[in-house]
């Protein structure tokens, strides 16, 4: 399914935050969504996915418009939000996380493969599934945010800052987990991200946000040589990923593996708790 956010309005008590914003997402694309704090990112993610009523404009998941549910019909229709600061259930296990994000759908006899699914993509959450969700490490915990989202068995997924505070390495597994959603599950995912060069690492198109709109959007390629986006974004010293790096980034997922599967290596260090 496509995602088509058109002309979107959302205010905060009164105060517009966005103003007339236009993307699309179709399957089978990463869509980045860049720009400062308070450029409306994540005011547009929770109007997209019904946490928040626009003010105006539309969204449709392909003809089907879902500019006024509520969020968990918008989450039965496939739109998958997975909110920042990866907001698990502490104390409980990784499988109960899993069973809430899969409850719509607990019933329907694709369940298990769904959790299957799930888990073949995050191995680490396999090894720790009955563990307390306050116990994993953060770049886990971002896993088990993505895992369950996945349960409900969306078409489309958008995601708030999955890199925040994450290592390279973790944020080089999380990339390559949105690189497999696009290209063997054929998602459109929509990811908002402040680390650009992670962000530009993987996606296809990236839509810049100022002020509540939409400054400039274009593929990849076309933003990185855009003058705009190399001063705001690509010019400083905010590299926590080298650019345009999927081989690079599955060569860390592959260590990282190694590391995590030979006992003898211990914990990651880079990833904080
Ligand atoms: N609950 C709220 N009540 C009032 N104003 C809010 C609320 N949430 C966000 N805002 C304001 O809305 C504007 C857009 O915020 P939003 O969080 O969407 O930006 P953002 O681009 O996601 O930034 P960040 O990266 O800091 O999360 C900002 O001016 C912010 O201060």
């Not at 992670?198 to 400039?216: I, T």
């Amino acid at each position: 399914m496509s995602l088509v956010v058109r002309d979107l309005t959302a205010s905060y008590e009164g105060l517009a935050v966005l103003h007339g914003v236009s993307l699309q997402v179709d399957p089978g694309e990463i869509v980045a969504m860049v720009g400062a704090n308070g450029a409306g990112k994540t005011t547009v993610l929770r109007a997209v996915s019904g946490l928040l009523q626009p003010t105006g404009g539309s969204v449709h998941l392909d003809d089907r418009e879902i500019t006024r549910l509520g969020a968990e019909r918008i989450s039965a229709l496939g739109l998958a939000h997975v909110p920042e600061n990866r907001l698990v259930f502490p104390s409980l296990s990784v499988e109960d996380n899993l069973q809430l994000g899969g409850w719509n759908r607990k019933r329907d006899k694709r369940y298990a493969e769904r959790r299957a699914a799930a888990l073949e993509l995050f191995p680490r959450l396999a090894d720790r599934i009955a563990l307390q969700a306050g116990a994993l490490s953060g770049g886990e915990q971002q896993m088990l945010a993505m895992a369950r989202g996945l349960m409900a068995d969306p078409s489309v997924i958008v995601l708030d800052e999955p890199s925040l505070g994450l290592a390279p390495k973790v944020v080089g597994e999380i990339v390559a987990a949105l690189a497999h959603l696009r290209d063997d599950r054929n998602l459109a995912v929509l990811l908002v991200e402040q680390n650009i060069r992670a962000a530009f690492s993987v996606a296809d198109r990236a839509v810049v946000m100022e002020r509540g709109r939409v400054l400039v959007e274009g593929t990849v390629e076309q933003l990185r040589d855009d003058p705009r986006v190399q001063a705001a974004y690509l010019g400083g010293s905010a590299t926590t990923m080298p650019e345009d790096n999927v081989r690079r980034v599955a060569t860390a997922v592959a260590r990282y593996d190694h590391e995590v599967h030979d006992p003898a290596a211990g914990p990651s260090p880079g990833d904080p708790r």
